[in-house]
């Protein structure tokens, strides 16, 4: 079972020619609404790709709220542990140029009232995964890792956004995902020597003492455990919006994990699976299910 707390997010999406520099003006289409938040979607990854999935987090009691739920309640994933807090459901504004690149800015409202104490950890155990990212209370983030760590289950970390956090906090912390931008962050917070991303993957899962594994867009992902690397590659695709990607990879490779595949298939399923997420508008409705990564994979 895969366990999520983290961040439900109300998307608002706005494609535009060129992201605006600072105290540019720009004009962008129509807003659209879509369900995200990095939590959100790493659960409704996780679920699509065939696995029980419980998600634990705060929305608002604003009208927002049953938007940004409604696509993990129509896949099935367990939402009895997110609680109505605060007034208003986290929003994230997001442009998107013909690139498929975006910005995104967080109004995180009801996520930073998100508590590690709505998760049961009496319920976790050995082969039980929970995923964090960094979009709630930082605080909270460390004390559900803790706990789950002593309960048995293996936590994975999306430092997603970026936090330059101390060592330590990375103790009960199983397998760390992050981009090419996150890994070249933290190899500078720490002052790591390292080019190229399998030494950087190396440095960072040595000095970390944890499995690190980097996203690298269409060159695919690497991972290293400090003593060796896993490397693969993902599908050809135009990308049309890359918002969500790096969630949908994160749902997939604890999906395949926790099914029991080694790490290199999940990492494959995983990096295809947020290929295929870029080939839609919004993060969520791109998400694709199992079946459509392995039928994916197999016409590659
Ligand atoms: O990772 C993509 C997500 O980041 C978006 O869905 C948005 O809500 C922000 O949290």
Known sequence: MITVFGSINLDLVTRVVQLPRPGETVYGSDIAQ????????????????????????????????????????????????????GDTT???VITVNEAGENTIILSPGANLRGD????????FGVGDTLMLQMEVAERETFAAAGAAKAAGAQVILSLAPFVPLAREA????????????????????YGIAGSGHDSIARA??????????????????????????????????EPIDTT???????GVLAAGLDA????????????AAGAL????????????????????????
Do not use: W, Y
């Not at 990375?170 to 917070?189: C, K, Q, W, Y």
């Not at 695919?220 to 490397?231: F, I, L, P, Q």
């Not at 969500?244 to 994160?250: E, I, L, R, V």
């Not at 997420?277 to 590659?300: D, M, N, Y």
């Open 34 to 85: 879509f369900p995200g938040g990095k939590g959100a979607n790493q659960a409704l990854a996780a679920c699509r790709a065939g696995t029980d999935v419980r998600l634990v987090g705060a929305v608002g009691s604003d009208d927002f709220a049953a938007l940004a739920l409604s696509e993990l309640r129509d896949a099935g994933v367990d939402l009895s542990a997110v609680e109505v807090r």
């Open 90 to 92: 986290g929003v994230a």
């Open 116 to 123: 590690a104490r709505q998760i049961s950890f009496d319920a």
């Open 170 to 189: 990375f103790s009960d912390i199983s397998i760390l995902l992050v981009n090419e931008t996150e890994a070249a962050d933290l190899v500078g917070h």
């Open 204 to 237: 960072l899962a040595e000095s970390l003492d944890l499995i690190v594994v980097v996203t690298l867009g269409a060159e695919g992902a690497v991972a290293s455990d400090g003593t060796k690397e896993t490397r693969v590659e993902t599908l050809p695709v």
């Open 244 to 250: 969500g990607a790096g969630d949908t990879f994160a």
């Open 260 to 271: 029991g595949d080694d790490l290199k298939t999940a990492m494959r399923h995983a990096a």
């Open 277 to 300: 997420a870029c080939t839609k508008s919004g993060a969520q409705p791109s998400f694709p299910t199992g079946a459509e990564i392995r039928h994916a994979l197999s016409v590659a």
